[in-house]
């Protein structure tokens, strides 16, 4: 069974950074592409950046030269660095893991990033 935790969320002042990590277990992770997507109360969950198997990156247009997404295959792991954080940024970050050409995609439980002064 492939699990994902995220993990790195926390409390941070507005232009403060973050790095949030998603582990992947239970599959070969190399194969799958993983996202991030966030969720603040009210609002619909929204894309905040991706990478593929073969280290293609997306991101969000708000999210764009303020978050890098990498991948580190050897540790099973996804990243994601947050930088110069806002406000608005405030959500709960979900990771998400596709299978590279096939159907099947699992979720994390969620992490919660507050951004308060």
């Known amino acids: 069974q492939v699990q994902l935790v995220e993990s790195g969320g926390g409390l941070v002042h507005p232009g403060g950074s973050l790095r949030l990590s998603c582990v992947v277990t239970?599959?070969?992770?190399?194969?799958?592409?993983v996202y991030w997507y966030r969720q603040a109360p009210g609002k619909e969950r929204e894309l905040v950046a991706s990478?593929?198997?073969?280290?293609?990156?997306n991101y969000g247009d708000s999210m764009k030269g303020r978050f890098t997404i990498s991948r580190d295959n050897a540790k099973n792991t996804v990243y994601l660095q947050m930088n110069g954080l806002k406000s608005e940024d405030t959500a709960v970050y979900f990771c998400?893991?596709?299978?590279?050409?096939?159907?099947?995609?699992?979720w994390g439980q969620g992490t919660q990033v507050t951004v308060s002064s």
């Open positions: 990478v593929t198997p073969i280290n293609t990156t």
């Open positions: 239970g599959s070969t992770f190399s194969r799958y592409a």
């Open positions: 998400n893991a596709r299978l590279w050409g096939g159907i099947q995609q699992y």
